[in-house]
């Protein structure tokens, strides 16, 4: 990187379908980023599998991306920002939010089949929760900030929409965030990031859960 935080090598073009492959996410395992690429870029759709790992290892080693495990399954971080680069890397149309779903449907099956199983464990529970408990003090927050008061029916309506969006997959989710709660787009980007979608789908469930007794 240089000073200004450019990339010494932008990417080509090919390596920018493939930053643009990860969508809104900031963490995504290969085989939807594969599945996405074919879908989103057309012209290169032809792409083997074997050629499109070449690439992933060159963008690795240029640190536009760095490989991580995800619930056991091979993953990619994007390093990269659109203004780190100075193009958009983000779907700017309905059309490419279709080609992104679509890659993520054909990828999903084989990601189910391969990927570990999650463990149910008194700390995962604690821990979720505790996250359940920060996802609602946030969106509270901030609808206080927008209207300047705190409808728990909304509460428990907006958490259950979240949990709902995000078990169908992440695009559906922060289209969700992006156009009803816009203000805890950051925290939820966080923590799935950090954490991973089945993390924050617990985390939601819990949150939806811990204030059903308001939904009306």
């Known amino acids: 990187m240089s000073e200004r935080g450019m990339p010494e ?21 290969e085989e939807t980023l594969y599945e996405r690429f074919l879908h989103l870029s057309s012209i290169r ?12 290892r060159e963008m690795e080693a240029k640190g536009f991306i760095s490989p991580i495990r995800l619930h056991g399954v091979k993953a990619y971080k994007r390093l990269l920002a659109d203004k780190t ?10 059309l490419d939010e279709i080609r992104l779903a679509v890659g993520s449907m054909r990828a ?20 979720s929760e505790s996250v359940a408990k920060a996802i609602q003090a ?15 029916g909304a509460v428990y309506e907006h958490m259950r929409n979240m949990h709902h969006a995000l078990s169908k997959s992440e695009e559906d989710l922060f289209e969700y965030i ?15 990031r950090s954490r991973g979608p089945e993390f924050l789908l617990l985390s939601l469930r819990l949150a939806e859960t811990n204030v059903r007794k308001y939904g009306y």
């Open 138 to 152: 946030t969106l509270e927050n901030w609808m206080l900030r927008e209207t300047g008061r705190i409808s728990k």
């Open 9 to 29: 090598t932008p990417p080509n073009e090919v390596e920018l379908d493939i930053i643009r492959s990860f969508g809104w996410s900031l963490v995504e395992v």
């Open 45 to 56: 759709s032809l792409v083997p599998r074997d050629e499109f790992q070449t690439h992933l």
């Open 178 to 192: 992006r156009t009803q709660t816009p203000g805890i787009l950051i925290e939820v980007g966080q923590i799935l």
């Open 85 to 94: 680069i100075g193009k958009s890397i983000y779907p700017n149309v309905p």
């Open 108 to 127: 999903k099956p084989r990601i189910e089949k391969s990927k570990e199983p999650t463990k149910v464990t008194k700390d995962l529970l604690s821990m």
